[in-house]
């Protein structure tokens, strides 16, 4: 008898330390501000021959009144020219708040440059002439980061880029390979990333929970 009540007791501290962590799990996850979670724009619209979409991504983090945005091509296309990227941004700030790795330079538009199909943007970055010296397969190098010092803190990673009047908030130039067909990708805003811790909190709370769940609805568990 006795061993049956020291196994049903040990059963149910079980149980309470599973509920608990759990809990406490979702908990943290649900009152916790996903600070490394990334906003990511894909760039899927084109009505050039640049081959089939998506071109690549534009991802963005925040912190304070930093905003690092990065660039990544799709496999087989390079972004290069003169309007290597084009952007809009919730926060009207100068050129000279935005740094680019050396070989770029960024402007403001005046007001704003048509690109192609993908309307007017406000910023600008460009590059060396010709696709060896883009970004992308075959390029001088893979992915291109950029940071945006706001005037104020960016309420968000999705609050930074803005969206222009043909619903697009950035519009890049497009190479099919080093030699291939050029034209103009546009992107439409895109969506939160949870950032692995959060989908880690996420996971541990649900097992837990689904742990006892499952001791209850079995009998002869404790």
Do not use: C, K
């Not at 291109?144 to 803190?153: D, P, S």
């Amino acid at each position: 008898m006795r061993g049956a009540i020291d196994r049903t007791m040990g059963g149910q501290r079980s149980r309470a330390v599973l509920l608990g962590l759990g809990a406490v799990s979702l908990l943290l996850l649900a009152t916790s501000r996903p600070v490394h979670a990334d906003f990511v724009s894909t760039f899927n619209q084109s009505n050039d021959a640049i081959g089939t979409g998506p071109w690549g991504t534009l991802d963005v983090t925040t912190s304070g009144t930093l905003a690092r945005i990065t660039l990544t091509p799709a496999n087989n296309f390079v972004f290069f020219g003169n309007q290597f990227l084009n952007f809009d941004l919730t926060q009207l700030v100068p050129a000279s708040n935005i740094s680019v790795p050396s070989g770029t330079a960024a402007f403001n538009g005046t007001p704003g440059d048509n690109v192609d199909a993908q309307g007017r943007f406000e910023y600008t970055i460009s590059f060396s002439d010709g696709p060896n010296s883009g970004i992308g397969t075959g390029a001088s190098a893979s992915t291109y980061t950029f940071t945006v010092t706001g005037l104020t803190a960016w309420a968000s990673d999705s609050a930074v880029l803005a969206v222009n009047s043909a619903g697009r908030d950035a519009a890049g130039h497009v190479s099919v390979g080093l030699t291939g067909s050029t034209g103009f990708a546009g992107e439409i805003p895109g969506g939160t990333v949870p950032e692995p811790s959060s989908l880690m909190l996420f996971g541990l709370g649900a097992l837990a929970l689904g742990f006892v769940m499952r001791r209850n609805l079995l009998p002869g568990q404790d």
